[in-house]
Structure formats: structure tokens, C-alpha cells
């Protein structure tokens, strides 16, 4: 069994920062990819971005290439998402999980989720 937990969520402005970190526990393996994914009020989960652990090989949705960074701590299983130039689009629960995912984007392959974190962006 693996335990995630998300933090840092919280309430900015449109254009502000904002780290969230995510720490795993339990039976946690090298070769588990952590990923983040978002969902807004109404809306699907939405794949945000993911790193395999042994690798450092990151990936990233669509809408938040070159604005959100993902990295991992080099002692214990925990990963960062870093946001930067945060937009009101930005507003959702954010998730983080664990697995084996083949496919990184893909929600299937991730078998541990948190709980989630609440990030909101004013305008």
C-alpha cells in the first residue's frame, strides 16, 4: 500500500506562484511515475503533469507547458510542482498519484491518489 498526500494548495492572484508538494509513502517503488492531475467544477480530471522517479523523465499537459515545473526530492519520494504566471483557468482540485503508468497522462495507470489540494486563482 502507498499513501500519497498532497500540499500548498491555496488562494492567489492571476499571475502569481505557487508550489504544491506531494509526499508518498508506504510500499513506494523506484519505478513508480508521480503525477499530477487537476479538476475544475464540472469537468473532466485533467492531466497536468508527470515524472518518472529512476529517470527524472518529465512530461506535461498542453495547458501548462512552460509555466509549471515538476521535479522530485533527491532523498526522499516526494515531488514538487511548481506553478508560475497562475491564471483563473488554473482553478481546481489538484491530485497527485502513483503508479506504474505506461502512458504518463494517462489516469489508468496510476494506482495511489491523494486526497487533493485546492488552488485558486483570482482574476
Known amino acids: 500500500q502507498v499513501h500519497v498526500v498532497e500540499s500548498g494548495g491555496g488562494l492567489v492572484q492571476a499571475g502569481d506562484s505557487l508550489r504544491l508538494s506531494c509526499a508518498a509513502s508506504g510500499r513506494t517503488i523506484p519505478g513508480y511515475i508521480m503525477g499530477w492531475f487537476r479538476q475544475a467544477p464540472g469537468k473532466a480530471r485533467e492531466f497536468v503533469a508527470a515524472?518518472?522517479?529512476?529517470?527524472?523523465?518529465?512530461f506535461y499537459g498542453d495547458s501548462v507547458k512552460g509555466r509549471f515545473t515538476i521535479s522530485r526530492h533527491p532523498d526522499k519520494y516526494t515531488v514538487y510542482l511548481q506553478m508560475n504566471t497562475l491564471k483563473a483557468e488554473d482553478t481546481a482540485v489538484y491530485y497527485c498519484?502513483?503508479?506504474?503508468?505506461?502512458?504518463?497522462?494517462?489516469?489508468?495507470?496510476?494506482?495511489?491518489w491523494g486526497q487533493g489540494t485546492q488552488v485558486t486563482v483570482s482574476s
Open positions: 498519484a502513483a503508479g506504474y503508468a505506461a502512458q504518463a497522462h494517462q489516469r489508468r495507470g496510476y494506482e495511489y
Open positions: 515524472i518518472r522517479w529512476s529517470s527524472g523523465i518529465t
